[in-house]
């Protein structure tokens, strides 16, 4: 009798559990929205800093990499969500030896109001490819009620001809169920 009132009870609480789920799930997809194109990925939580999360943003292609960090949240603002990004540093490699790369980004929102970008902020064409970190001081923000977006080109400097690489980057807001932020190859 008692294995059997011990079963019970856990079995009620897996049926709970998996109804909070269940709910979560359905409040987290709000409805009318669909998801902005594209497949996506987890980019990486790279690591804490001065109490801000700080996320790696990668990109490669033909053999060179680019990686961004920044710090990316959301703050409250009358009814909605400020998205806030903070470029912290940067990374290209290999090392070639050539300081003529570029970093060019930009963030925009995806919400009600539908998708809506900030103009790019253009590198000079001096980014260092050492496969050292560089610092890189950059501050933007928009309104938005449900995504935060940064897209991101990196232009890697080569003798014969610049490869590029791009990337879409989407931020949930704590209104859209986190801040996880994903990417979508380009």
């Not at 987890?42 to 801000?52: H, P, T, V």
């Not at 680019?66 to 990004?85: C, E, I, K, W």
């Not at 064409?125 to 560089?134: E, G, K, Y």
């Not at 610092?135 to 080109?153: H, K, M, P």
Request: proline letters at 5%; a neutral charge; hydrophobic letters at 35%.
């Amino acid at each position: 009798m008692k294995i059997i009132r011990v079963l019970s009870y856990f079995l009620s609480f897996i049926s709970a559990s998996a109804l909070v789920l269940s709910v979560h799930a359905e409040e987290s997809a709000k409805p009318g929205m669909p998801e902005p194109p594209g497949g996506a990925i987890k980019a990486l939580l790279s690591k804490s800093r001065d109490g801000k999360t700080q996320w790696s943003i990668p990109c490669s292609a033909n053999g060179y990499n680019g990686d961004m960090q920044v710090s990316a949240r959301f703050l409250p603002s009358n009814g909605h969500y400020t998205f806030l990004v903070e470029t912290i540093a940067y990374k290209i490699s290999p090392n070639n030896g050539r300081n003529k790369g570029n970093i060019n980004f930009r963030i925009g929102k995806y919400d009600s109001n539908g998708t809506g970008y900030l103009a790019w902020y253009k590198s000079p064409d001096a980014m260092i490819q050492d496969a050292q970190w560089h610092s890189l001081n950059v501050s933007r923000n928009t309104a938005t009620d449900w995504q935060g977006l940064i897209e991101i080109e990196y232009i890697f400097d080569d003798s014969f001809h610049d490869t590029k690489c791009s990337k879409l980057y989407k931020f949930d807001s704590p209104a859209s169920g986190g801040s996880t932020p994903t990417d979508s190859a380009q």
